[in-house]
């Protein structure tokens, strides 16, 4: 990887950023609108549909639904809403003005019911696309402009020593090329405090780790539960801290430059820690990190171009906004789910490649999925996503909703 020879076409947004998509979304902001959104979206190309199912006022959603309205990888959008929720549709389209993409929203309520919503929006999304088809700006993009997540799920024993490890040399040497990572699952790092804080690139950096690794293991001791599921003990994990060195190698090795919250922009370039857990007013779900989905959508909150998810026992999930790359270092898995997986780390362990070798590998599909050849997950049309309430502190809003 040499950020001074990589580089491929992307979008220029108004507000400055890069993309390495060109989507229109369909944002529907309470549940009663959903079946309209995902009739709006049917058969389009490029538009994907997701939104909130709660009726209830929720700044964290708020928060979360404005970062997708105008991620990079973003071009349009259109809001829907059936007429009495908190979450309004209007405010959700203001924000994507504001940042120089044409939105649209509307009221089912307002619009006739059913059918008659569903042809309005199809009529706004034919015209959004060819808005966005006008103000498409090509742009040269290298490593230094990415902003690549790194996430875990379906763990098993070979997700330390072969997935999440080649994961993390490619974030040293993205990172190291200028780049931007950033990994979260906080609750998957039992044990290793003074790892962390070794890697603080300064004093505010330290103080924000161990903020969130303290909170993290108050969290766990209030709903009595690790982040560890029956699934991880088939794998041939045995205990949380077992399954938090192999999450901890996803994170790689260069200095962390701190911690952001949900729909908090990442400030400058280098590795940073995601902290997704409620603050002091825990909700008792009963389980720490419910969804691997959810997880994914809180990585493309803080503006990530693309997700590379590690699956040691498998997963076919893919996000609605940014491209998933599915890495596993199980051969087994791999031969059972190739039409699924993009990547095989298992080749670390039999031998077939060294650890520098795969990496290699992977920075070239990292690469020819920036510059638009799609996923498993996109070619199939996987579409998931979850947004639970959660609360995280207000004051982190300003710095959310202002910059992401």
């Known amino acids: 990887m040499n950020s001074h020879d990589c580089s ?100 089912i309520q307002d619009s006739g019911g059913t059918l008659p919503s569903i042809e309005k929006g199809k009529e706004l999304v034919r015209a959004l696309k060819k808005r966005m088809s006008q103000d498409a700006k090509s742009v040269s993009m290298g490593w230094c402009d990415l902003v690549v997540a790194a996430e875990c799920g379906g763990s098993d024993f070979t997700s330390g020593i072969a997935g999440n490890r080649v994961v993390g040399a490619f974030l040293d040497r993205l990172v190291d090329a200028g780049g931007t990572g950033v990994a979260g699952e ?30 993290m293991i108050e969290y766990n001791k209030r709903v009595q539960q690790y982040s560890i599921s029956p699934g991880n003990f088939a794998g041939g994990l045995t205990t949380i801290e077992e399954k938090s060195a192999g999450a901890y190698a996803k994170y ?34 009963g389980y720490t990190n419910p969804s691997d989905t959810q997880d994914v959508l809180e990585h493309i909150s803080v503006g990530a171009h693309l997700i590379l998810f590690v699956t040691g026992r498998g997963s076919v999930t893919g996000s609605p906004i940014s491209p998933t790359l599915k890495i596993t270092g199980n051969d087994a898995t791999y031969r059972k789910l190739e039409a699924d997986m993009d990547f095989n780390a298992g080749g670390i362990l039999t031998g077939r490649c060294s650890l520098a070798e795969a990496t290699e590998c992977l920075s070239d599909l990292v690469e020819a999925t920036a510059a638009g050849t799609p996923t498993k997950s996109e070619s199939l049309g996987h579409r998931e996503y979850i947004i639970n309430y959660k609360y995280q502190d207000a004051a982190a809003k300003a710095k959310a909703c202002d910059s992401c």
């Not at 200095?255 to 940073?272: D, E, H, I």
């Open 8 to 107: 491929w076409q992307g979008w220029l947004r108004p507000d400055g950023r890069k993309g390495i998509r060109n989507e229109l979304l369909v944002i529907y902001t309470v549940e009663c609108a959903g079946h309209v959104a995902h009739r709006i979206g049917e058969s389009e190309d490029n538009v994907h549909v997701l939104g909130f199912s709660g009726c209830f006022d929720s700044p964290y959603v708020i928060r979360i639904l404005s970062c997708f309205a105008r991620h990079p990888n973003v071009g349009g959008v259109l809001c829907v809403g059936l007429g009495c929720e908190y979450t309004q549709p209007e405010k959700i389209a203001e924000v994507a003005v504001r940042s120089g993409r044409p939105a649209e929203w509307f009221y």
């Open 186 to 215: 906080i609750v998957e790092l039992v044990g290793l405090k003074n790892a962390l804080l070794a890697r603080a690139a300064n004093e505010k950096a330290a103080v924000e780790i161990e903020s969130a690794y303290d909170k």
């Open 252 to 285: 790689g090795t260069r200095p962390l430059q701190g911690v952001r919250k949900v729909s908090q922009a990442l400030p400058c370039a280098g590795m940073w820690m995601l902290d997704a857990l409620e603050d002091e007013h825990f909700m008792y779900y």
